[in-house]
């Protein structure tokens, strides 16, 4: 049993990762002939539309994560009744809010335009283009509910075959549709044939997996797990939230009042951005369950430490990845979408600097989850949801978008960073908070210097092209991730990092044809 958990964790870990960084590219090249075949607005509501969806979704409320957790112990036990009874709870939920969706759609599409601010430029079928945008979120909901059960039976990688499958033919649709037409709405069509038709074949999917799903005798939910979900949906519903006060709220403000303009370059930097966080996010991800093993078997003391190695490698990685997106990342823009698109250093750094400080919350979310103390950190949400929106149409009345982006800096260090530490050192480790404070800033001070002076290095090298890309990059990542180690190299956390990483690798070469065969 335990070698088929591990066996499913390194598939879905590997489809997520491969299937991500195929998407990615080809988002790249979709986004690359996008911007040379239609206006710069397009890339601007593009990015508009899809942070009015994440608002949008609210109306999920967390109720999916909810279902799929009750999903596991039912799954486990192979109680298939009260599988039946949970999927029949989740087919009807995802069903009103997919239609609540649409609905709330409707109702917006004929003020779409409000948001563009009082310069907005004069774009015909702006309404339709929100509109499929809408029904694109609303109808995936019609199906994707069944996908969840293959999830919840650790069994993503058949998710994310057919999910990046369907994308990445998306892609190249939209590809000859932008050549071919210049069209943008036959462009949008493609997106949402894609979400239809992937999403029918993952039901099918299930459907063959989990015959019973289908049959007609359901008996009704318990109320004790009834309860166990409406306890979590609150608690996820304030966590959804938050993420709906960072990156969608920033689009907002920046298009109202800088303008959709700065929102079309910004959202070149933002795809980027996003994708890089999808990936290494899996990192992460892929250890929470063997972190809240540990919770059970080790001592408090034991976790402690893993959790200082834990964070260790967070500012190893996302510092080292911070480091050289700061000094290649105009350089890329250049290379992919041209100089027109660039924004100006100062931002740059501001972007990159606030991807950082998410990042560096990694460690902490992963035991946040473990632990299972998102009921702990449920009013972080509603703390984050309020003052950062405040904050952001405060400094971006004098400051523009580098005002946004040091709200949402404010807002992710003070109020996110602190109230998650909390929770894992009170709840977790039962430790003071000041101990985190201590670490968590010594660490984000080392590494952000050594970044600033990394591109400092790399503007005074003034290297170009693809050259200037690859050297840069590899510059400001070897400087950044050389001055954590050379700072914290000789800690416990970093030399048990080292020591599980010198032992993945051997294991990893061990089980190479040509290592056997010298053996």
Known sequence: ????????????????????????????????????????????????????????????????????????????????????????????AYIVIGIVIIALGIILAPNVRLLLGADA?????????????????????????????????????????????????????????????????????CMIASTLFQNVVIALTANRMYPYIKEKDVEPLDRGILRSIEKNVVGLMMHRIAGVASTPVNNLVITSFVGLATTSLYGNYLLVIQAMERILAKVFDSIIASVGDLGVREGEQRQYEVFQTAF???????????????????????LWVGSDWCLPDYLVILIVLLFFVKGMRSAGETFTSAYGLYWITKWKAVLEAIFLPVLAIILVQPYGMAGVLVASMISSLGISTVYEAWAVYRHGFHMPLRAYIRMFSLYVLVCVVAMLAAFWLCTNMALTGIVGFLVNGLVGMVITAGVVVLVFGRTRPAREAFGIAARIFNHVVAKLPFYKEQG
């Open 121 to 189: 430029p004069d774009i015909p079928l702006l309404e339709v283009y929100f509109f499929c945008f809408v029904l694109n979120t609303g109808i995936s909901y019609f199906f994707s509910y069944k996908g969840s059960l293959i999830n919840a039976d650790q069994k993503s990688y058949i998710v994310y075959l057919i999910q990046y499958s369907f994308l990445t033919v998306m892609c190249l649709f939209q590809i000859a549709v932008l050549v071919i037409t210049h069209n943008y709405l036959v462009f949008l069509i």
């Open 1 to 92: 049993m335990a070698s088929s958990r591990v066996a499913n964790s390194l598939k879905n870990v590997f489809a997520a990762w491969g299937g991500q960084a195929l998407y990615a590219l080809a988002s790249f090249v979709v986004r690359a002939v996008f911007v040379a075949t239609l206006a710069q607005e397009f890339v601007g509501l593009e990015t508009l539309f899809a942070s009015l969806l994440t608002i949008l979704t609210l109306a999920d409320l967390g109720v999916g994560s909810a279902i799929v957790f009750a999903l596991y112990e039912p799954l486990a036990t192979d109680n298939k009744e009260v599988v039946k009874s949970l999927m029949r709870l989740f087919k009807r």
């Open 312 to 334: 260790f490698v967070n500012a190893l990685i996302f510092g080292g990845v911070a480091g050289g997106m700061m000094c290649s990342f105009n350089s890329f823009i250049t």
